[in-house]
């Protein structure tokens, strides 16, 4: 395992496998601090792919001014030492300067799906994905690149842009790692407290609450916000930021629901700390849904 720093031995060592060695590669982008849900990734990039990237990355345009930029965790160190243990072949950690040299001025703007949810929440938050996301594909020119379901908004909007701007990468989706208790793993969970962690399974628990009664035959979006609202409300520690009810591949929001793919995600603060997590309902079995992993 290699860990490459300069977006120039990157390209050259990636370009040398395709053309050289005329294997795949396969990319797994992440922020690092990682977790089983990125390991999850990685190990279908393993299985996949003949050769395995794992960017660790933290990208400051995707944050707001008010977001946690500078406490994010990092820590390369132990980040390049679980992935000794996956056979992964190269790391690329780069500087922000790699990413964004000097005078760095064109960003990518999915339309749309970039508005709602996550995107009105955090504004120029996607700007800041699909643009880092457009540079790694650049750089890596992958055959598969890997995204988690816990992200799903971001799954969308990445298949978008490679759609459009016509990269040659097939975008994998995977599903959401989950703690027994029912909370989605993520690098912020490590900001919480014991008590807000206890208190942080109330988002799966209201997801799983929906999903019930949708089960037993609720079809309106807004009574299933409801039902979300209201097990949240449950939770003292749990400030719910937004639940939504969408189409899972339009993100226009549903009120009757039929017989398209559901999504229902939400955003919840405990303190400081801004969680998401999703469900999908209505999964089509053979693909149909872009959310369909
Ligand atoms: P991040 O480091 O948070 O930017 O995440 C990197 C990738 O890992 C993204 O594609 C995420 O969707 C994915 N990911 C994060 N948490 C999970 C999880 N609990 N299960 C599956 N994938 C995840």
Do not use: W
């Not at 795949?24 to 996949?48: C, D, F, K, N, Y």
């Amino acid at each position: 395992m290699e860990i490459i720093n300069r977006r120039q031995r990157m390209s050259s060592v990636a370009r040398k496998v395709r053309r050289d060695q005329d294997q795949t590669i396969g990319l797994v982008p992440t922020m690092g601090a990682l977790h089983e849900g990125h390991l999850s990734l990685v190990r279908e990039a393993r299985r996949m792919c003949d050769v395995v990237v794992v960017t660790v990355f933290v990208n400051p345009t995707q944050f707001g001014l008010d977001e946690d930029f500078a406490h994010y965790p990092r820590d390369l160190t132990k980040d390049a030492a679980r992935l000794t243990d996956y056979n992964v072949d190269y790391i690329f950690a780069p500087s922000i300067e790699e990413v964004y040299p000097k005078d760095f001025a064109t960003y990518v703007t999915v339309g749309g799906l970039s508005e709602q949810l996550e995107g009105a929440a955090r504004p120029g938050h996607f700007r800041g994905v699909a643009t880092v996301v457009a540079v790694l594909l650049n750089i890596v020119r992958p055959d598969f690149a890997f995204f988690g379901q816990k992200d799903a908004q971001q799954t969308l909007i990445v298949k978008r842009l490679v759609r459009d701007l016509a990269f040659e990468t097939e975008i994998v989706v995977l599903p959401t790692i989950r703690e027994e208790s029912g909370l989605a793993l993520s690098s912020r969970n490590a900001y919480l407290s014991e008590e807000e962690k206890r208190a942080a399974v109330i988002l799966s628990h209201a997801l799983t609450r929906a999903k019930e009664a949708y089960k037993a035959g609720e079809r309106s979006g807004s009574r299933l916000v409801e039902t979300v609202r209201a097990t949240v409300a449950g939770e003292p520690l749990a400030r719910l930021d937004y639940v939504s009810v969408t189409d899972a591949d339009t993100l226009e929001n549903l009120e009757k629901l039929d017989d398209r793919t559901v999504l229902i995600a939400l955003a919840v603060n405990f303190g400081k700390t801004r969680l998401i997590d999703n469900i999908v309902l209505n999964r089509k079995k053979n693909g149909g849904s872009a959310a369909a992993s």
